[in-house]
């Protein structure tokens, strides 16, 4: 079992930052994949960057956050998600997954493909 813990969400302004944590703790060793998905109001719950663990150059964002959202990790079974030039588009729950699954079904970020979840954090983001 994995368990992992989210951290970071606020409310911010147009154009503003967020950093948002993910701590992964449990049997972690069979994870080769963490993942941030968000879910808005009335939305279906969407991919939104993937990082290979312990490859931090396997990254992979949706085309909503590229070139603004930043994925990383370190060594202690954290991840990080790095949210410039936020919009209110970007307001949603987020949520961190890990997947046991291959880095060429991670980086499709479909949900069907992560079974662990943490609970959420909100990110509100306001003109």
């Known amino acids: 079992q994995v368990v992992l813990e989210e951290s970071g969400g606020s409310s911010v302004q147009v154009g503003g930052s967020l950093k948002l944590s993910c701590a992964a703790s449990?049997?972690?060793?069979?994870?080769?994949?963490v993942a941030w998905f968000r879910q808005g109001p009335g939305n279906e719950r969407e991919g939104v960057a993937v990082?290979?663990?312990?490859?931090?150059?396997?990254a992979a964002y949706s085309d909503a956050v590229k070139g603004r959202f930043t994925i990383a990790q370190d060594n202690a079974e954290n991840t990080y998600l790095h949210m410039n030039n936020l919009n209110p588009e970007d307001s949603a729950v987020y949520y961190c997954?890990?997947?046991?699954?291959?880095?060429?079904?991670?980086?499709?970020?479909?949900?069907?493909?992560?079974?662990?979840w943490g609970q959420g954090t909100q990110v509100t983001v306001s003109a």
């Open positions: 997954a890990a997947s046991t699954f291959s880095w060429v079904d991670c980086r499709r970020l479909r949900t069907t493909d992560f079974g662990f």
């Open positions: 990082i290979q663990k312990g490859w931090g150059y396997n």
């Open positions: 449990g049997y972690t060793a069979g994870v080769n994949c």
